[in-house]
Every structure is written in C-alpha cells, then in structure tokens.
C-alpha cells in the first residue's frame, strides 16, 4: 500500500475515534434539564476508567440534581468579609474555649503526630474548630448527589467530575459505603472535611485498626489534617502566619486567604494555651 495512502486511512480512523469518544463524553448544564442524560454518560466515562459496574450502581442509582447544592456554591458571600469580621466571627469565646479543652486532652496523640508529621497541635484543633466545630457537624448532604450535581453544572464542571471519580474509587476501594458518604455541600466528607481526591492521597490510619476513618475515629482525622498539610510543604518548627513559611500549606487547605488566615490566627490563640 502507498505510504500516503495509509497515512490518509490511519488519519480517518484516528478522526472518527475522536468524534466516536467525544460524542459519549459528558456535557454540563446549567439547570436540572440535561441531568439525567448527564449522569448516564458519566457512568459509561467511569466504566471507561476502570470502576466497576457495581460500584457505580450502588453509588449513582437514582442520584438526582440538588438545586440547594447550586444555591451554595453561588451564594459563598462570607468570604468576601474582611478579616476582621470573618475571623471575629468564626474565633468565638466557646470554640477558643473548647478549642483549649481538647488541645489538652489529646496532648499525647498531638505530640505523636507532631513528632511524625511536623504539625504541631494548635494547628490541627483550629482547623478541627473551624471545619465542623470539632465534628460536631459535619454535614448532612449526600455526597455522591453533592458532587454530580456539581459535576454536571459548568462553572467547575472538571474539578468536581474528578472528585465524583475518586469518590467512586473509595466505595470501589471499601473504605466506605455510599450511604456513608455525608458531608458538606461541596462533597467534603469527615470531621476536617476531605474532599475525595485528598482523601484517597492523604488519610492515614493512625491508630493502626486496619481503616482510615475520617468520621468517627478522632486519631485517624487529625492525623490524616497533618498528612495532607506535610504533602503540600508544611516545615517542621517553621511559623505559619500570613508571610511565615506554613501560611503556604494553610493556603493549599483554603485557598480563601482570610480563611486561612483564620486558621493561623486560631492557632495563634491557642499556642499561648499551651505555654
């Protein structure tokens, strides 16, 4: 065969495969119209990359579009207050307080953790405090319908077409049911508020029990905080407010620099508890 000629068919097949992949890729919306169409092609984008057909069934059956999902990711307004409101706010008498209490009474788990991880306590409590009030709340939403719905819209559509994969990959793992997927709005799950993919890369399983569980076992969550704050630069010693080396890593956590902010700032507090 003339060499033009199997360059012009290899061309082709190369083109139709193309066009074959992109008509079953999944298109986002901006309303609950589409949805259902949506989902179905994402399941065959999920089978495409290797999660199996039961864990995509047992997670994606009869998942629908949350519009209250969409009303919170548009309505985020807290975080253009200043520093001084939102950290006022969220830094209040009874979490600083309890905040002291629990720095005190894990004082030999957070001397493990530091000593592993370079993290030292009142970092992880003021992230514990200002995540769920120290699991007090973790969220109710159900996280696969959280993240498709976020998914499917066009404002983030890829970031949280990612995230909905890992969260496929933790059922298809065993680390958790579907039905114990609950969290924030976003698909945070657990009493520091992982979001999937950091869940996968980050949690740890700190009380050696066999699983890394970020909802109930108060170890494994902090413990899981320190990893993901080591990952991403954290320096053993080193100071962590804003211009300090770690603020760097409260960013990588909350990219809102008042948020993160906050976190130094809580800590701050409960540091002077310590000495």
């Known amino acids: 065969m003339h060499v033009g000629c199997r360059l012009r068919k290899t061309l082709a097949v190369f083109f139709f495969s193309f066009l074959a992949a992109s008509a079953h890729a999944a298109e986002c919306g901006r309303s609950a119209e589409g949805f259902a169409n949506w989902l179905a092609d994402f399941k065959q984008e ?3 990359a290797g999660i199996s057909r039961h864990a995509i069934d047992a997670s994606l059956a009869g998942v629908t579009y949350d519009r209250s999902v969409i009303s919170h990711d548009r309505g985020q307004k807290v975080f253009r207050q200043s ?4 950290s006022r706010r ?5 979490r600083l307080s309890k905040g ?3 720095l005190q009474r894990y004082g030999g ?6 000593q592993r991880y370079g993290v030292p306590g009142p970092i992880l409590v003021a992230i514990w405090g200002l995540e769920t009030d120290f699991g007090a709340d973790s969220g109710n939403f159900a996280t696969m319908r959280a993240l498709a719905t976020l998914a499917y819209d066009c404002r983030r559509s890829q970031k949280f077409t990612d995230e909905l994969m890992d969260a496929l990959r933790i059922v298809q793992r065993g680390d958790m049911s579907p039905s114990q997927m609950r969290g924030a709005w976003a698909g945070e799950i657990g ?3 992982f979001m999937p993919s950091s869940y996968l890369h980050y949690a740890v399983d700190f009380n050696g029990d066999g699983s890394s569980d970020l909802i109930h076992d108060t170890a494994d969550v902090l413990a899981s905080t320190a990893n993901f704050l080591k990952g991403h630069g954290w320096r ?3 100071g962590w407010d804003e211009g300090q080396p770690n603020f760097a890593a409260l960013l990588e956590w909350n990219q809102a620099r008042v948020y993160s902010k906050t976190i130094a700032l809580f800590a701050d507090k409960l540091r002077g508890a310590e000495q």
């Open 191 to 193: 009493q520091t508020q």
């Open 236 to 238: 053993a010693g080193a």
């Open 100 to 102: 002291k209490s629990l």
């Open 90 to 94: 969220l830094i209040n008498p009874n």
């Open 109 to 114: 788990l957070f001397r493990q953790i530091e």
């Open 83 to 86: 520093f001084e409101q939102f």
């Open 46 to 48: 999920a089978a495409a």
